[in-house]
């Protein structure tokens, strides 16, 4: 079975203090792991898709990395505009499902 | 603009009652899925489909139901059946090799009163 553990629960920042989030995952053979940002109340909004090892994406503030094991969200000089959860998915090669951790909710503070 | 729309936003259900949720995409997806949200807790998958007149249940199908008579449409009953259905219930729908996951709708927030 798929498992995705996302940590820490909740991160509070200050605004220009940098920080990483974790994803660690489980899976037989991976498509794709997704992040995505989800505002309180709203549907989760597409951040990144990382298919290999060692592939990076960034956008904006953010960085997205993985290994064979997990996945890095680098959240550079964060604003409060940042504040959010951010979910961690994987996708097996056998399958299109995806299976979600519970998030990580940013706090970043003025 | 295409997207996918839930509807409503906020529903409350009766003791007892059935009740059901909208989606509508008008992405031109193949694959649609339900997911359930609780406090702390990943998402649940519930039911998906990735043709018409077709379903698959998911993780958490137990007390729900679906259909799939159209394309761009995949309403979610919850029944009685359902003990612990207060929880934010978000559709999602994709193109199978989509490199962008899910899109997801706005999610519909229900509680038992």
Redesign the interface.
Known sequence: EDQVTQSPEALRLQEGESSSLNCSYTVSGLRGLFWYRQDPGKGPEFLFTLYSAGEEKEKERLKATLTKKESFLHITAPKPEDSATYLCAVQPVNDYKLSFGAGTTVTVRA | DGGIT?SPKYLFRKEGQNVTLSCEQNLNHD?M?W?RQDP????R?IY?S?IVNDFQK?DIAEGYSVSREKKESFPLTVTSAQKNPTA?Y?C?S?L?GD?????????T?LTVV
Do not use: C
Request: zero cysteines.
């Open positions: 839930q694959a899925y997911y702390g807790q990943g998402l998958l998906y990735q998911g934010f978000l999602a994709t199978t490199n962008y996951g899910y899109t997801f709708g706005s999610g927030r």
